[in-house]
């Protein structure tokens, strides 16, 4: 996938903006990859003139560059700080949409497995892959099967995932532990090897054709917490990559 710099501008306010990410955008430069699109730099051209005039851009919800959907960014110190504190007191409410591999056999469960990085505790050739270990920081997970269907590829589920932490890969990490990962997720379900590859710089047919979907199924479908005294909520429908695949079961 090409990642283009083509976000949507959801609502704003002299003090937040609210836009939808599309994937595979990444949110801020990475190592390595320089003069690639991100969500920061996007953000810093539409937003030239008022941090011109002495604003600052934070963004809250740093989604991967894989996860499309609503991210929540403040444009002074007052509103960053604001915000940090509802994410620290839990007071922001976030859903996201799934698509995963698999039919369920429960409509809700809640997984609270601790997490960790995966090399800390015996060898893993991917650093950033997370596993759910008891020495773990702990973590909790909120899933609710929305709807089930099968097509020429396997049986899957459309799920809303509630996350009550924000630990690293978190949803992600919880799928797989309950054998229900992402489609089309190069870390998680498998060993790894499409995201080995993608890191060399292509992956093969083989390895593409098994993911299914050329990015994971995963989508910030809704943000919500308290401003100036009124409650805010932004809401943001499957994309058209997943829409398709879910309405072609």
């Known amino acids: ?56 851009l934070s963004i809250l919800t740093r989604l991967d560059r894989e996860t499309s959907g609503l991210v929540l960014v403040a444009k002074n110190r007052a509103a960053a700080a604001y915000f940090s504190r509802l994410f620290q007191r839990r007071e922001v409410e ?56 099968e097509n020429e590829r396997g049986r899957f589920s459309v799920m809303r995932c509630f996350p009550e932490t924000g630990r690293m890969h978190q949803i992600r ?10 489609v089309g997720d190069k870390i998680y379900g498998h060993d790894g090897r499409a995201y080995l590859e993608q890191v060399e710089g292509s992956i093969s047919e083989s390895v593409a054709n ?12 809704l943000l919500g917490l308290a401003w100036n005294g009124m409650r805010m909520e ?8 997943l829409a398709r695949f879910v309405e072609a079961g």
Not at 29 to 43: C, D, K, Q, V, W
Not at 97 to 123: C, F, M
Not at 212 to 220: N, Q
């Open 94 to 149: 976030k859903e996201y949409l799934a698509v995963v591999h698999g039919w369920p056999i429960w409509d809700e469960r809640q997984e609270k497995g601790a997490i960790l990085r995966a090399g800390s505790v015996g060898e893993c050739a991917i650093w950033l892959r997370q596993r759910v270990h008891p020495s773990g920081r702990q973590c909790a997970t909120r899933f609710h099967v929305e709807r089930r269907f």
């Open 1 to 56: 996938m090409r990642a283009l710099c083509e976000f949507q501008v959801v609502d704003e306010s002299a003090d937040w903006i609210v836009v939808e990410k599309p994937a595979p955008l990444m949110v801020h430069p990475a190592s390595g990859r320089f003069g690639e699109p991100t969500l920061l730099s996007g953000l810093q051209q539409l937003l030239a003139y008022e941090l011109a005039n002495g604003n600052g």
């Open 173 to 182: 990490v919880h799928l797989e532990e309950l054998g229900h990962p992402l």
């Open 210 to 221: 098994g993911l299914i979907l050329p990015r994971h199924a995963l989508h910030a479908t």
């Open 234 to 241: 932004w809401r943001s429908g499957l994309p058209r990559d």
